[in-house]
C-alpha cells in the first residue's frame, strides 16, 4: 500500500527517496514510486475495465510536480468521460461512453504521404519526408491527435532547429502545414492551419534567409568523455541514462528518446532501430557493448509505456531539450549531438577500424560501391568490437 501523504509541496516530494509508493495529493491516484534502484517515477493509478491499472506519467528528474499533476488530472478525465487510455502497447476503452474517432498526427502523415506518391519521382523523396516527420515532429505530435495540434506545439518542434538546421526546418515546417492540410479537406480539424508561414510563423520565427550562420556546438573531446560518463552514472533520472546510452552507441537524440523495449534484444545485444525513425530512412542495428546492457538493466520499465524513457506521458518521450539541460546544469556548452563527432574522432584518431566500418556505425549514407557494400551487408558482427572499445574507453 501507497505511504498516505497530503497534498505534498515540490519541496516535500522531493525528500522522498525510500523505496516504495507515495501518495503525493492533488490529485487522486497520484503517486511517486520509488524503487530499490533508488528510480522515482510519476504513476496514476486508475480502474481500467474493473482491474487496478499503474500508468506512467515519466521519471520524477523529467517531469515537474505540477506537470505530473496535469497529466494524472487528464488521465482521470479520460477515464471519467470513457475516453481511450493507453496501456501499454494497447488501447483500452475504459466504459460504454461512445469514443470520438481520432486520427493522430502520424498515421494521417503516412496516408498523406500515400496519397502524393505518384507525384514523386523516387523512393528517395517519400523516404526522406517519413524520416524528417519521424524524427522531429512526431516525438512532440506523432501520438496526437490532429483537431488538438496547436501553434504551440509546431513552434517546440522548429524552434529547436530554426537556427542551427534552417534548411531542415523549414522543409519540416512546409510538410508539417501540408499533413495538416490535408487533414483539414478530410474535415479532421476545423482549426487554422499553425504550421503556416505567411501571417503566423513569419511573426513569431526569423527570416530563414536573414539567419546568420552560426558555427557548429563544439563537440566534447574524446579524452573529456570518461570523466564526464563518471559524472553522468551519479546522476538520477531517464535524462541521464539516456544520455549515457546515447554516448554508448553514438546515436542521434531522437533515436534514443523514442527507443522501445521491443526494439532491444538484450539476449542478442542487439538494437534494431526501425527504418522510420532514422535519418536515411533505413533500418539500423546497433550492436550493444556490456556497458550499454548494464544501462539498460538500471532503466525501470514503465507500465503503460514501451518507450524507454517516457516524458510528461507514456506516449511521448522525453524532449530533446531535457537532455541539453542536463548537459548545461553540469557546466557544458556541447550539446548531446557532439557525441557523434566525438566518436567519430576518436575513431579516425586513435583505431585501425576502417572508415567504412565508422561510418556505418554512425548510419551514415556511404558513397562508393565499396562503401555501399558495408550498408547492403550491415557490418554488424565488423562494428561490434569497434562498440565494445568504444565503451571500454569511455568507461
Request: glycine share 6%; aromatic share 8%; net charge positive.
Amino acid at each position: 500500500m501507497p505511504k498516505r501523504a497530503k497534498e505534498l509541496s515540490a519541496v516535500a516530494v522531493s525528500k522522498l527517496r525510500e523505496p516504495g509508493r507515495y501518495s503525493v495529493g492533488g490529485v487522486e491516484g497520484l503517486q511517486l514510486r520509488v524503487t530499490n534502484a533508488g528510480s522515482r517515477l510519476w504513476i496514476y493509478r486508475a480502474v481500467v475495465n474493473g482491474k487496478r491499472r499503474d500508468i506512467g506519467l515519466g521519471y520524477y528528474e523529467d517531469v515537474t510536480l505540477s506537470q505530473a499533476r496535469d497529466a494524472a488530472r487528464e488521465k482521470r478525465r479520460a477515464v471519467r468521460l470513457g475516453l481511450e487510455v493507453e496501456i501499454g502497447q494497447k488501447t483500452s476503452v475504459v466504459s460504454s461512453v461512445p469514443v470520438k474517432s481520432e486520427h493522430f498526427f502520424k498515421d494521417v502523415a503516412l496516408e498523406f504521404i500515400e496519397s502524393k506518391k505518384d507525384e514523386w519521382r523516387n523512393e528517395k523523396h517519400r523516404a526522406q519526408w517519413v524520416s524528417t516527420l519521424a524524427t522531429y515532429a512526431n516525438p512532440v505530435i506523432g501520438a496526437m491527435d490532429v483537431r488538438d495540434i496547436e501553434l504551440s506545439h509546431v513552434l517546440e518542434i522548429l524552434r529547436p532547429i530554426w537556427a542551427t538546421k534552417t534548411e531542415t526546418a523549414t522543409r519540416l515546417r512546409g510538410r508539417i502545414e501540408s499533413v495538416l492540410g490535408y487533414a483539414a479537406v478530410h474535415e479532421w480539424r476545423s482549426k487554422d492551419n499553425p504550421a503556416q508561414w505567411r501571417g503566423l510563423l513569419d511573426k513569431v520565427l526569423p527570416e530563414p534567409t536573414k539567419i546568420k550562420k552560426t558555427q557548429h556546438h563544439k563537440a566534447m573531446p574524446a579524452e573529456d568523455v570518461p570523466g564526464f560518463m563518471r559524472s553522468l552514472n551519479d546522476v538520477a533520472g531517464g535524462a541521464a541514462r539516456a544520455l549515457e546510452l546515447l554516448i554508448l552507441t553514438a546515436t542521434r537524440s531522437g533515436e534514443i528518446r523514442g527507443a522501445r523495449w521491443s526494439e532491444i534484444d538484450q539476449q542478442a545485444a542487439v538494437w534494431t532501430i526501425p527504418a522510420e525513425r532514422m535519418k536515411a530512412g533505413v533500418e539500423h542495428r546497433v550492436p550493444l557493448s556490456k556497458q550499454a546492457l548494464a544501462v539498460l538493466v538500471k532503466i525501470p520499465r514503465i507500465e503503460g509505456s514501451d518507450l524507454l524513457f517516457p516524458g510528461r506521458s507514456s506516449e511521448q518521450p522525453i524532449s530533446e531539450m531535457t537532455l541539453t539541460m542536463l548537459m548545461r546544469r553540469q557546466g557544458l556548452e556541447y550539446v548531446p549531438h557532439g557525441f557523434r563527432s566525438t566518436f567519430r574522432d576518436w575513431g579516425g584518431d586513435n583505431t585501425e577500424y576502417p572508415r567504412e566500418i565508422l561510418e556505418a556505425a554512425l548510419a551514415h549514407t556511404l558513397g562508393s560501391r565499396v562503401e555501399a557494400a558495408y550498408r547492403r551487408k550491415d557490418a554488424l558482427e565488423r562494428r561490434r568490437p569497434l562498440m565494445q572499445d568504444w565503451a571500454d574507453f569511455v568507461y
